[in-house]
């Protein structure tokens, strides 16, 4: 089993940032990503990162939001600019260790003036 902690969600003005973390408790081979959920919404992928770096993002955050990742430190980022009212959602870690999709609880961004 692999617990992903989430952490670095909140409140923030539009036009401001946020970076999130998510720390894995074991280390991540494969791909690692973040995905959110806005009320009334289904989950969608936001991006994502292999562990060599290569990354993919939703067509509404391209050139906002950054995927990154630490693999010394099982951690992967995702670095917010530009937030829009329209990015509000939950926020979800999401890694594949071991042939199964673990996810974490959820951290929770709210983009609002």
């Known amino acids: 089993q692999v617990q992903l902690v989430e952490s670095g969600g909140g409140l923030v003005q539009p036009g401001g940032s946020l970076r999130l973390s998510c720390a894995a408790s074991e280390s991540i081979f494969g791909t690692m990503g973040w995905y959110r959920q806005a009320p009334g919404k289904e989950r969608e992928s936001v991006a994502s990162?292999?562990?060599?770096?290569?990354?993919n993002y939703v067509d509404s955050v391209k050139g906002r939001f950054t995927i990154f990742r630490d693999n010394a430190k099982n951690t992967v980022y995702l670095q917010m600019n530009s937030l829009k009212p329209e990015d509000t959602a939950v926020y979800y870690c999401?890694?594949?260790?071991?042939?199964?999709?673990?996810w974490g609880q959820g951290t929770q961004v709210v983009v609002s003036s």
């Open positions: 990162i292999t562990r060599g770096g290569s990354t």
């Open positions: 999401n890694a594949g260790y071991m042939g199964s999709m673990y």
